[in-house]
């Protein structure tokens, strides 16, 4: 890269300033080369501070050209990306959040240059990947990005965290979530579900398997124990402490396989010291760049005439969950937010979709070529934003209007229930105008349903029982007929309720999903067939590992081996990958699995 006619050498994390007038030019020797920008305008917010006056006469620190490797440079990513996504939202509050990042951003930086002086030594991979989960544990990370970010590999990652803390990355990261959900249950009245998604997760029921096998209580008995000694003793809530202490200020040179790059020439440019630069920064009033009149508005995109081009399409009123919405008659870029399998039997204009690699869509997206982003626990708004929709067409809880009100500012947008996906997929066929598409969706799932449920009573009868259950190395879940993602075993497909279940069941209520119980209660299932599955739908891939190897250890226990049906061999694996969701993509490989299970296919 060239700066004002200055050469740097970039390999990996690299930063770079310059005043205003100066020229970059980029030379790249690799296909893929990606940097940020941030252009920014600095004047002082106390006009009549001569020491600051006399200091920026002197030696303008917003006008001198340097560039360094920085020792933590995630936690500088962090924070740009955190800026980036506040400043492209519409509203004000937003604006001003990005603004106050960049105040993090600056002291960040400065705090490293001071410390790191040469610029040639980076702090190891261990330290930085910590420091990245603590502050990022609520986000979208996983193994694999973390590990991209810091330039190598997962398993190397992971080694390193064997090596120096004694347990891997995945635990690490889950150590840290599941001490901020202790402490939320614990300190605040939250809901389950809001606690989940702040900690990064999107299944309340994985959630309660991980919260559980880490605490050795479900999240809502730990709350309610919380008062009590024994609770109050738990490594899992000591505010502001991680589970495993990383091992501050050590340099691994070795292990880090990181080579001194870079360099630091603002040293040698840079007349004031590193203090005074800190103490101009901070007393200024930081804007972003605008346009000549001084606006704070967005600048105008290609995004414009996108937007005009909506308003001249005709429009139609649509009653969704969430009420009503004006939206175009003929929409051709809908982004999708958790009802993809419906999108995708309409054959609908997609531009954006939510699923992740080794989730069961994610192919068919890829083969449709729709962008597909995933964020646990929320609603990635700026990649909506980008993908510049003309609909929006999202699967929300009917309680969550926040999300709702901040997607409708982006593009007219209509709520669904993807549990009870044939009545969604009539309504969304009426709004885009695939009404037919949606009948025959309907109808040919009905007619396989109808032949499968005939063949599986011919072949096994009409009163064989099943338990359905998700086992982990500490409990058990055990699914009744009233939850959504597993109904189609018990009330469509015609298979009876285990005993032992049905009892339960009486308990709970007859809408309750099911309940968690302990391992104990294998042996006591009756059912002449067992469908098992593990993990999550939306599991990374570590997590579906973890998952699937938990399910070894309690297929290897004496208790598991005990159950009549595993006695019989009538155990059945089930993937949690489109077993714990709905849609008519989804139902038909569950009706699928069951066939084959039962050899009829």
């Known amino acids: 890269m060239m700066l004002n006619g200055n050469g740097y050498t970039v390999n990996g994390f690299h930063l770079l300033h310059g005043g205003k007038g100066m020229s970059l030019d980029v030379f790249a020797s690799e296909d893929n080369f990606e940097y940020y920008l941030i252009l920014y305008k600095a004047q002082l917010a106390v006009p009549g ?15 001198i050209q340097y560039g360094f490797v920085p020792n933590a440079p995630l936690a500088l990513h962090m924070k740009f990306q955190m800026m980036e996504r506040n400043w492209r939202k519409f509203t004000l509050p937003d604006k001003l959040y990005a603004r106050g990042v960049l105040y993090q951003f600056a002291s960040e930086l400065f705090g490293q240059m001071a410390t790191q002086k040469a610029g040639t030594m980076k702090i190891d991979l261990v330290t930085q990947a910590i420091r990245y989960i603590e502050d990022s544990y609520s986000e979208p990370i996983t193994v694999e990005g973390i590990a991209g970010l810091l330039g190598c590999s997962a398993s190397f990652l992971s080694r390193l965290f064997k090596k120096q803390l004694g347990t891997t990355t995945i635990e ?22 809001e606690i989940t998604s702040s900690v990064g997760y999107l299944d309340v029921y994985y959630f309660s398997r991980v919260f559980k096998k880490q605490t050795g209580f479900p999240p809502l008995r730990f709350r309610s124990l919380a008062t009590e000694k024994s609770i109050q003793k738990s490594p899992f809530i000591r505010s502001g402490q991680a589970i495993v202490p990383p091992k501050g200020g050590r340099y691994n040179d070795n292990d880090s396989h990181y080579e001194p790059e870079g360099d ?7 007349k004031m010291s590193v203090g005074t630069v800190m103490l101009l920064c901070m007393t200024l009033l930081f804007s972003g760049c605008t346009t000549s009149t001084g606006s704070t508005e967005p600048t105008a995109t290609s995004g414009t005439s996108t937007t005009v081009a909506q308003n001249q399409l005709q429009t139609k009123v649509v009653k969704h969950m969430m009420g009503e919405s004006e939206i175009p008659i003929n929409p051709q870029r809908i982004a999708v937010n958790g009802l993809e399998d419906i999108m995708l039997v309409l054959d609908a204009p997609m531009v954006l979709a939510q699923s992740l690699k080794g989730q069961y869509l994610y192919d068919r997206l890829q083969e449709k070529k729709v962008p597909s982003v995933y964020t646990p626990g929320s609603i990635n708004y700026e990649s909506i934003l980008d993908s510049e929709p003309d609909l929006i067409i999202a699967n929300l809880l009917a309680s969550d209007k926040e999300s709702y009100e901040q997607l409708s500012k982006i593009a ?20 885009i105008n695939r009404e037919d598409k949606a009948a025959s969706v309907i109808q040919a799932y009905d007619e396989k349903l109808s032949k499968a449920k005939a063949a599986i009573i011919a072949k096994i009868g009409a009163d064989r029982t099943l338990a359905f259950i998700r086992p982990s190395n500490k409990d058990v879940q055990l699914f009744f007929p009233a939850f959504s993602y597993t109904s189609i075993a018990y009330k469509d497909l015609g298979m009876t309720l285990d005993p032992v279940l049905a009892k339960f069941r009486e308990k709970e209520g007859e809408e309750s999903w099911g309940i968690e119980a302990s391992l104990e209660t294998l042996p006591d299932l009756s059912a002449d067939y067992l469908f098992v599955t593990a993990g999550g739908s939306f599991d990374s891939e570590d997590e579906a590992k973890v998952a699937l190897e938990e399910l070894t250890e309690v297929e290897n226990l004496t208790i598991w081996n005990n159950i009549p049906a595993v006695k019989q061999g009538h155990v059945y694996k089930m993937s949690a990958r489109h077993w714990m969701l709905n849609g008519p993509i989804a139902d038909n490989m569950k009706i699928d699995d069951v066939l084959a299970a039962f050899e009829l296919q």
């Open 412 to 431: 007219p947008t209509i709520v669904y229930d993807r549990s009870d996906w044939k009545n969604s997929i009539v309504a969304i066929g009426k709004a």
């Open 172 to 193: 690490y990261l889950t150590g840290i979530r599941i001490a901020h959900a202790s402490r939320l249950l614990s300190e605040t009245k939250a809901t389950l579900q």
């Open 264 to 270: 630091l020439t603002m040293i040698k440019d840079l």
């Open 49 to 63: 501070n001569r020491y600051l006056h006399r200091l920026l006469k002197h030696g303008n620190p917003f006008r």
